[in-house]
């Protein structure tokens, strides 16, 4: 009997320890740069599904503009919707 506790509680400690990898794999910080042929500096995207944000930094004027991640910016990021700016992935 007392085995049986042991595994179940070596079982339910190796659940929690996955549960926890799971969500710390989850959120990610995802980072785009975008081009544009008029305007003289990049945009710096980054998406952070850990903090619920998204960062826009215009790189060579060294502004940062925060904005919280909701259903809408998401998609919005997702499809790259900035207006005459070509996006790919960065670092």
Same mark, same amino acid.
């Given at each position: +009997?007392r085995s $049986?506790? =042991?595994? @179940?509680v !070596? ?5 929690a320890?996955?549960?926890?990898v799971?969500?710390?794999?989850? @959120?990610e910080?995802?980072?785009? =740069?975008?081009t &544009?042929s008029? @305007?003289? &500096?990049?945009l710096?995207?980054e ?5 619920n944000t %998204?960062m826009?930094?215009d $790189? %060579?004027? &060294?502004?940062?503009? !925060?904005y919280? !991640?909701?259903?809408v910016?998401a998609?919005w990021l997702d499809? +790259?919707?900035l207006?005459?700016y070509?996006?790919?992935?960065g670092?």
């Amino acid at each position: +009997m007392r085995s $049986v506790f =042991i595994r @179940a509680v !070596l079982l339910g400690a190796l659940a929690a320890l996955a549960l926890l990898v799971a969500k710390r794999a989850w @959120a990610e910080k995802t980072v785009f =740069i975008c081009t &544009s042929s008029t @305007a003289p &500096s990049p945009l710096r995207v980054e998406k952070d599904t850990d903090q619920n944000t %998204i960062m826009v930094e215009d $790189v %060579i004027r &060294s502004t940062r503009d !925060l904005y919280p !991640l909701t259903q809408v910016s998401a998609r919005w990021l997702d499809a +790259m919707h900035l207006e005459g700016y070509e996006c790919r992935p960065g670092q």
